[in-house]
């Protein structure tokens, strides 16, 4: 899939990997990640470093552009990743 589908462009480099790997193949993401995922926003706060404090915009950005079920709650977080994301788990090419 392409980066830009998801609005990954917008984000630290760094996190374009784990965000797309979290919507596409449902892999476990990082505790910032998580918190944002679950709506947690002491976590998201406690977890950011400065480059993802920075591009909180962007995230939120992000957020709206992945699929609902996919965030929310630690319920629809957990939901997401037993499922394997968008592709049942497998690896885009």
Known sequence: ???????????PAYMHAPALAYVEEGKPPGD??????CNDLRGTHAHADTANSLALQAWIWWLGDIPME????????????ANGGLTGGKPVE
């Open 1 to 11: 899939m392409n980066e830009r589908q998801f609005g990954t462009d917008r984000l």
């Open 32 to 37: 910032f990640l998580y918190s944002l995922l």
């Open 70 to 81: 996919a965030q929310g709650s630690k319920e629809k977080v957990a939901a997401w990743i």
